[in-house]
């Protein structure tokens, strides 16, 4: 049973009683009122006591509505009313971790932070339950440039960044652990709508194209370089458009803002898993060549037993059912060993990107 169904009937029981209470209020102003009792005491309380945010009250108020407004402000009410504008938060392993030391996991913006925490929270909740002696905390974030602040700024203790981040990340304190196994699907796709009537590279010139973000490895640079070894100066015959994440890069296209969107396979599989109809409107026109996949890395100051538990039980997801549901729902295979020697390969087309592209800072 939920917290919010717990407390459903102190909650009615409550109600009641403050019916009650307003009830009583009513019988008191007719009282008062027959008698010409003055009320300004009453009324310069209630005043007092009443927070609006307009800072005005109706001249022909009366006492008995002041007295209800008040009521309603009482934290329980207040509360409950809230509850339905709450932002969603995820529920982790019950066992109290109050004196473990804690550890915040952070993955870049593969999706706004809803869906984020419905694919990796299980993942997180699993580490939680195998490790008592560790308090692992999944940390969203809004857009590239906040996970980048965070990363950069030793924030994170674990956390998966794109291939570009995670060789930036090594500048910080940081080290690479393991990384997203099924390279072949780390690579620049780019969508149009099948009524586009766009045939050719050359039919984008002059045309807006979105993307997630200027320092998404694979849903931007790649496919920014793709153009530019097919003929377009990225910088000059296109606008360009970053629009926050992988979802709004497609629903851009599907909506016709854009004449092409650049993402990768992963939230594309994800979109059609669940659009079928939508995304039979779109199709991929263009694909790159593979890079490494997203890594994972670690601050270089935690303890070894720790980082060792933590890459052993990510490691070993794809040997058991409930570890294969998870990474089914990420989609990949699995997670594998990987150190920074692993990102060279990306270090090099990062290098060839500023030199023949565009600037990254």
Request: hydrophobic share 40%; net charge negative; proline share 7%.
């Amino acid at each position: 049973m939920t917290a919010a169904a717990e407390l459903r009937p102190y909650i009615m029981i409550e109600i009641l009683r403050r019916y009650s209470l307003i009830t009583l209020l009513v019988i008191f102003n007719f009282t008062v009122s027959a008698a010409a009792f003055p009320l300004e005491s009453v009324t310069d309380k209630a005043k007092t006591a009443q927070i609006s945010k307009e800072g005005s009250e109706h001249p022909q108020e009366t006492v008995i509505m002041k007295w209800w407004k008040l009521l309603l402000d009482l934290p329980l009410l207040a509360g409950w009313n809230k509850q339905s504008d709450d932002i969603y938060e995820p529920s982790f392993s019950t066992q109290s971790k109050s004196k473990a030391p804690k550890y915040i996991i952070g993955i870049h913006p593969l999706h706004n932070p809803k869906r984020l925490f419905e694919v990796y929270g299980p993942i997180v909740d699993f580490l939680n339950t195998n490790i008592p002696e560790a308090d692992f905390t999944l940390e969203a974030s809004r857009n590239y440039e906040e996970f980048d602040r965070k990363l950069y700024g030793g924030h994170f203790d674990f956390a998966m960044p794109n291939p570009y981040q995670t060789v930036n990340s090594l500048k910080h304190g940081y080290r690479v652990f393991g990384k997203m196994a099924d390279d072949d699907d780390f690579r620049g796709i780019i969508l149009v709508r099948r009524d586009s009537g766009i045939n050719t590279v050359a039919d984008l010139k002059g045309k807006a194209v979105s993307y997630p973000a200027p320092t998404a490895l694979a849903a931007t640079m790649m496919p920014q370089y793709y153009l530019h070894t097919h003929g377009i100066d990225i910088n000059r015959d296109i606008e360009n458009r970053y629009v926050g994440s992988q979802e709004s890069s497609i629903i851009n296209v599907l909506r016709g803002h854009v004449a092409a969107g650049a993402t990768w396979p992963v939230p594309w599989k994800t979109f059609s898993k669940e659009n079928p109809q939508l995304a039979d409107q779109l199709e991929v026109k263009w694909q790159t060549e593979p890079l490494q996949n997203n890594g994972w890395v670690v601050r270089k100051d935690l303890p070894t037993a720790v980082i060792d538990k933590f890459a052993a039980l990510l490691f070993d997801l794809a040997n058991h059912e409930q570890g294969r549901a998870m990474l089914a729902r990420i989609p990949v295979t699995r997670f594998e060993p990987a150190n920074d020697d692993s990102y060279e390969p990306v270090q090099a087309f990062i290098a060839t990107f500023i030199k023949t592209v565009r600037p990254l800072e």
